[in-house]
């Protein structure tokens, strides 16, 4: 799987759009971006995932860059509830290939 | 839907003595794994299984730990002798994988250890 890199932490006031990049510049084109999150003392949580066009859920949106070296998800208005480690992974679908490799991930904290 | 379960949600042991974490997955869903998440650190895979088989072990201790899914449902996760590193967090997860598509992983809410 490619490796990402992602910004240690950021701060978002309360109730605005909260942005968090990844960089994967080595991503191949079978390759998934994956975002979950982890709120304190829970297990990760999949919040939304795609592989070249952009995406929207419920929970937020994921922006692919054409070249598909660096994705940004965005949370459209923050709340305190989403203070969290943000994780965003890299990987091919399909059967034996469901591992998820984390990183260290962003701490992304919302502030009042 | 019922989530992914775990137990117990905390254990603390002395070094060298053994302990055992149980899973029990979302219904119907084929592929479950354990992660180990030590404090500051991203999850870590230890094991996946697909049913009642092993996908992926490579990053499983297997001197110290062990790990079956009996009848491709609940899981358990054992260690013995257990040391001071393997205080960490253990995560159950699993996922419904269909074709070629991409799965999505439900976590359960982790064992926290504490080896003394």
């Known amino acids: 799987d490619a490796k990402t890199t992602q910004p240690t932490s950021m701060d978002c006031a309360e109730g605005r759009a909260a942005n968090l990049p990844c960089n994967h510049s080595t991503i191949s084109g079978n390759e998934y971006v994956y975002w979950y999150r982890q709120i304190h003392s829970q297990g990760p949580q999949y919040i939304i995932h795609g592989l070249k066009n952009n995406e929207t859920n419920e929970m937020a949106s994921l922006i692919i860059t054409e070249d598909r070296k660096s994705s940004t998800l965005i949370l459209p208005h923050a709340t305190l509830r989403d203070t969290a480690v943000y994780y965003c992974i890299v990987r091919v679908a399909g059967f034996g290939n469901e591992k998820l490799t984390f990183g260290t991930g962003t701490r992304l904290t919302i502030i009042p | 839907e019922a989530g992914v379960a775990q137990s117990p949600r905390y254990k603390i042991i002395e070094k060298r003595q053994s302990v055992a974490f149980w899973c029990n997955p979302i219904?119907?869903?084929?592929?479950l794994y354990w992660y180990q998440q030590i404090l500051g650190q991203g999850p870590k895979l230890l094991i996946q299984?697909?049913?009642?088989?092993?996908?992926?072990d490579s990053q499983l201790p297997k001197d110290r730990f062990s790990a079956e899914r009996l009848k491709g449902v609940d899981s358990t996760l054992k260690i013995q002798p257990a040391k001071l590193e393997d205080s960490a967090v253990y995560l159950c997860?699993?996922?419904?994988?269909?074709?070629?598509?991409?799965?999505?992983?439900?976590f359960g809410p982790g064992t926290r250890l504490l080896v003394l």
């Open positions: 997860a699993s996922s419904l994988v269909v074709g070629a598509g991409p799965g999505t992983q439900y």
């Open positions: 299984f697909q049913n009642n088989g092993v996908v992926d």
């Open positions: 219904s119907g869903h084929a592929t």
